[in-house]
C-alpha cells in the first residue's frame, strides 16, 4: 500500500549501506549505523530551502500578528469572512501559512518508511524491498555494542533469542540514545520557543503548545524509546541533532540579513536628512528631482526675457540714445531715424524701432 514510501527509504539506505560498507565491512553494525543516519541527513538536506521559507514566513507572519488580531475581533461573529480577511492578509504579505508545515509533513512518511522497513528484516526472512537476502541477512547479524539495530528493549526474550541478543546489551545501548534523543528534542524546542515574539507567548494556545514541546514531547520520546528499535533511537536522535545545528545556522544568518538592511536604511535616512542649521527647500510642484534625466519629448525650459545669448552679435548703434543730451546742454528735439529736414508726420512718429 505505502511501497511509494518504503522503495526509495529503502534505496537511500542501501545506497548509504553500500559505501560504509567498502569502509568498515557489510555486516558491521557501525556501517548501518552510519547508514541510517545519512539517511536522516539526505532528507534535510533537501528539506533545507522549505525550512528556510518556513523561517521567513513565521517571521513575515511577526511582523503583521497585530493585524490578524484587529480581524479577528473585528469579524469575531463571522467566521467566513474572518477566514478571507486573514487569507488576503497573508497573500498580501507574501506568506503561505501551509509553506511552513511542508519539512514535517514530509518527515512523517519517512519516519513510517523506515520504521516498517528496520522492522522487516527479520532473520530467516528474503528480500526486503530494495535489499535481497544477502543484505537483509547482513542487517541481521549487524551488532552495535553488542545489540542488534532491530531489536528493543521491551522485545519479548524469544524474538531477542533469534537475533542472538541479551536484553541488557540492547538496554546499554538504547537508554544512553534514549536520553540524549530526548534531551536535543528538549533544546531543539527551547531554541525555537525563545525566537517568537511576545505576542506569541502571551497567546494562551501558543503558550500551551510551548509547554507541549518544551516538556511532553521530550518525555514522550524517553518513554518511547522502551519501544523504539536502535535504529529508530539513532534515527530520532540524529534528526534532532540536524534541527538543532540547522536552526542556529539559519536564524544567524537571517539575523544578520536583517541588521545588515536596518544599517542600510538608517544610512539612507541620514543621507537624506537635512544637514544641522540648513533649512530644508521644498521642492516646487511638478519640478524634476535633482539629478532626474528630462522625460522623453519634452521641450528645454525658455530663457527668461533680456537675456542675450553667448553667441549672438551685438546690435550696431546708429544713432544716439534718446537720453543722450544735445552737445549744447539743451535736450535733444531730433527723432532717431529721421533726417533733421523731414517733417514728423503722425505716421512716422507712432512708428517704434525694432
Given at each position: 500500500?505505502?511501497?511509494?514510501i518504503?522503495?526509495?527509504v529503502s ?6 549501506h553500500?559505501v ?14 552510519l547508514s541510517?543516519v545519512f539517511?536522516v ?8 530551502k ?15 500578528a ?9 469579524y ?8 478571507q480577511?486573514?487569507?488576503k ?12 508545515c ?5 518527515q512523517?512518511p519517512?519516519f513510517?518508511?523506515l ?8 532473520p ?18 549487524a ?5 542488534n539495530l532491530?531489536?528493543?528493549?521491551t522485545m ?22 534514549m ?9 531543539t ?10 505576542a ?5 494556545q ?12 521530550p518525555?514522550?520520546?524517553?518513554v ?16 534532532n541533532?540536524w ?7 539559519v536564524y544567524?544568518r537571517i539575523?544578520r ?9 538608517t ?8 544637514k544641522?542649521?540648513a533649512?530644508?527647500?521644498a521642492?516646487?510642484p511638478?519640478?524634476p ?6 522625460a522623453?519629448?519634452a ?9 542675450a545669448?553667448?553667441?549672438?552679435k ?15 546742454g ?6 532717431p ?9 503722425k505716421?512716422?512718429g507712432n512708428?517704434?524701432r525694432?
Amino acid at each position: 500500500m505505502l511501497n511509494f514510501i518504503y522503495y526509495p527509504v529503502s534505496f537511500i539506505l542501501w545506497c548509504w549501506h553500500w559505501v560504509f560498507g567498502h569502509v568498515f565491512g557489510e555486516s558491521s553494525g557501525f556501517a548501518w549505523a552510519l547508514s541510517v543516519v545519512f539517511l536522516v541527513f539526505t532528507l534535510r538536506a533537501l528539506l533545507f530551502k522549505p525550512f528556510v521559507g518556513q523561517v521567513r514566513s513565521m517571521r513575515k507572519m511577526q511582523e503583521f500578528a497585530p493585524e490578524l488580531q484587529k480581524i479577528k475581533k473585528k469579524y469575531a461573529n463571522d467566521k467566513q469572512r474572518q477566514a478571507q480577511e486573514m487569507q488576503k492578509l497573508q497573500s498580501e504579505h507574501g506568506v503561505n501559512p501551509l509553506g511552513g508545515c511542508l519539512p514535517m509533513l514530509v518527515q512523517i512518511p519517512v519516519f513510517i518508511g523506515l520504521f516498517h522497513v528496520l522492522r522487516s528484516f527479520r532473520p530467516g526472512w528474503g528480500e526486503v524491498y530494495f535489499f535481497d537476502k544477502a543484505g537483509v541477512d547482513s542487517f541481521v547479524n549487524a551488532k552495535l555494542f553488542g545489540a542488534n539495530l532491530s531489536t528493543f528493549i521491551t522485545m519479548p526474550a524469544e524474538d531477542l533469542a533469534k537475533f542472538g541478543t541479551e536484553r541488557t546489551s540492547v538496554m546499554l545501548v538504547s537508554i544512553p540514545l534514549m536520553i540524549i534523543a530526548s534531551i536535543a528534542t528538549h533544546f531543539t524546542a527551547r531554541h525555537s520557543v525563545a525566537r517568537q515574539a511576545q505576542a506569541a507567548t502571551d497567546n494562551p494556545q501558543t503558550a500551551i503548545m510551548n509547554k507541549l514541546t518544551l516538556y511532553v514531547f521530550p518525555l514522550g520520546v524517553l518513554v518511547g524509546g522502551l519501544f523504539f528499535p536502535v535504529a529508530i533511537l539513532l534515527y530520532w536522535l540524529s534528526n534532532n541533532g540536524w534541527t538543532l545545528g540547522q536552526q542556529r545556522l539559519v536564524y544567524s544568518r537571517i539575523d544578520r540579513e536583517e541588521e545588515a538592511k536596518k544599517v542600510a536604511a538608517t544610512t539612507q535616512r541620514q543621507a537624506l536628512a537635512p544637514k544641522p542649521g540648513a533649512k530644508p527647500t521644498a521642492a516646487k510642484p511638478g519640478a524634476p528631482k535633482p539629478g532626474a534625466k528630462p522625460a522623453a519629448g519634452a521641450k528645454p525650459a525658455a530663457k527668461p526675457a533680456g537675456t542675450a545669448s553667448a553667441t549672438a552679435k551685438p546690435a550696431v548703434q546708429d544713432s544716439a540714445p534718446e537720453d543722450e543730451p544735445a552737445a549744447n546742454g539743451k535736450p535733444s528735439t531730433e527723432i532717431p531715424g529721421l533726417s533733421p529736414d523731414r517733417s514728423v508726420s503722425k505716421k512716422q512718429g507712432n512708428k517704434k524701432r525694432r
